[in-house]
């Protein structure tokens, strides 16, 4: 799926089940949420943290899925163009980062 057909998608679906967008500054919020539920995973699954029991089921598919959900809609509210965006941004770091990350010791060592 490219990423406008996503858009479209998520569109699509908030006319036709959501109702409407919840405003900016709710999906804002939302994503704070769900971007600290995707990191709740990862500190326990693959970081030091111990998992607890409650834990061990939820799927991190989901949780970056519902992450994307609420970028999108975002993009979609603010008129956002996320593919086009990503290409900019990737040529931008492409740019700026050429040869940063190929001479960091931290990193080859």
Same mark, same amino acid.
């Given at each position: 799926m490219e990423i406008s057909e996503a858009q479209k998608?998520?569109?699509q679906w908030i006319k036709e089940v959501g109702v409407?967008?919840?405003n900016e500054l709710t999906n804002l919020a939302? !994503?704070?949420?769900e971007v600290g539920e995707v990191a709740r995973i990862i500190a326990r699954r693959y970081?030091?943290?111990s998992e607890k029991e409650s834990d061990k089921n939820k799927d991190l598919g989901d949780e970056l899925a519902d992450v994307l959900f609420v970028l999108i809609c975002l993009a979609n509210q603010t008129g956002v163009? !996320?593919?086009e965006a !990503? +290409? +900019?941004n990737l040529d931008k770091k492409t740019q700026r980062d050429s040869t940063r990350h190929k001479e960091n010791k931290k990193l080859t060592d």
């Amino acid at each position: 799926m490219e990423i406008s057909e996503a858009q479209k998608i998520v569109d699509q679906w908030i006319k036709e089940v959501g109702v409407r967008y919840f405003n900016e500054l709710t999906n804002l919020a939302m !994503l704070t949420e769900e971007v600290g539920e995707v990191a709740r995973i990862i500190a326990r699954r693959y970081g030091e943290q111990s998992e607890k029991e409650s834990d061990k089921n939820k799927d991190l598919g989901d949780e970056l899925a519902d992450v994307l959900f609420v970028l999108i809609c975002l993009a979609n509210q603010t008129g956002v163009d !996320l593919e086009e965006a !990503l +290409k +900019k941004n990737l040529d931008k770091k492409t740019q700026r980062d050429s040869t940063r990350h190929k001479e960091n010791k931290k990193l080859t060592d």
